[in-house]
T-cell receptor
């Protein structure tokens, strides 16, 4: 069975500092991994995905994520946080075959000016 | 142009009523989804249709019935609404490539349902 864990309900970081939002996953076979962001009163928006290849994936708004197979992790990172990055972030995993994407519980990122 | 649009945006109703939420996508995608996001922001898949065929049907009360008249539409009808149905419901769509799962989902803005 697929599952995703986001161990932090909230991450607080000062503007200009690096940020990390953690995600670990469990899936049979090779995973497809995604990060989505949700701003208040909006639907989820795609940020980035890992399918295959380079373990470091770059996405929208300067975000990147690193796939670590041995640790079954896919942490989201950004070198320098902006106040406008404050939002709810969801990690998601999907098996190679099938239609179901499983979302994590979400991590609220709060960037303080 | 809005890619995935849901109506209404807000829905306030009494317990026991029947209501529908509509979803339309203009992306040409062949797969559509309904998700429920509860007050703790946990997002859970409810249904998915691929080319008008039901492919995901999670453990959802049978008071919830999805209907897909064509690939571009997936509506959600809810009978006998209960207090616990209060949540934000998101529609999403994607283009699924057979035997691959790398498609990106595009979400609507959500329908906030409040059952009083």
């Amino acid at each position: 069975a697929q599952s995703v864990a986001q161990p932090e309900d909230q991450v607080n970081v000062a503007e200009g500092n690096p940020l990390t939002v953690k995600c670990t996953y469990s899936v049979s076979g090779n995973p497809y991994l995604f990060w989505y962001v949700q701003y208040p009163n909006r639907g989820l928006q795609f940020l980035l995905k890992y399918i295959t290849g380079d373990n470091l994936v770059k996405g929208s708004y300067g975000f990147e994520a690193e796939f670590n197979k041995s640790q079954t992790s896919f942490h989201l990172k950004k070198p320098s946080a902006l106040v406008s990055d404050s939002a709810l972030y969801f990690c998601a995993v999907r098996a190679i075959v099938g239609f179901k994407t499983i979302f994590g519980a979400g991590t609220r990122l709060f960037v303080k000016a | 142009d809005t890619a995935v649009s849901q109506t209404p945006k807000y829905l306030v109703t009494q317990m026991g009523n029947d209501k529908s939420i509509k979803c339309e996508q203009n992306l040409g995608h062949d797969t559509m989804y309904w998700y429920k996001q509860d007050s703790k922001k946990f997002l859970k898949i409810m249904f998915s249709y691929n080319n008008k065929e039901l492919i995901i049907n999670e453990t959802v009360p049978n008071r919830f019935s999805p209907k897909s008249p064509d690939k571009a539409h997936l509506n959600l009808h809810i009978n006998s609404l209960e207090l616990g149905d209060s949540a934000v419901y998101f529609c999403a769509s994607s283009q699924v490539v057979l035997a691959e799962a790398k498609n990106i989902q595009y979400f609507g803005a959500g329908t906030r349902l409040s059952v009083l």
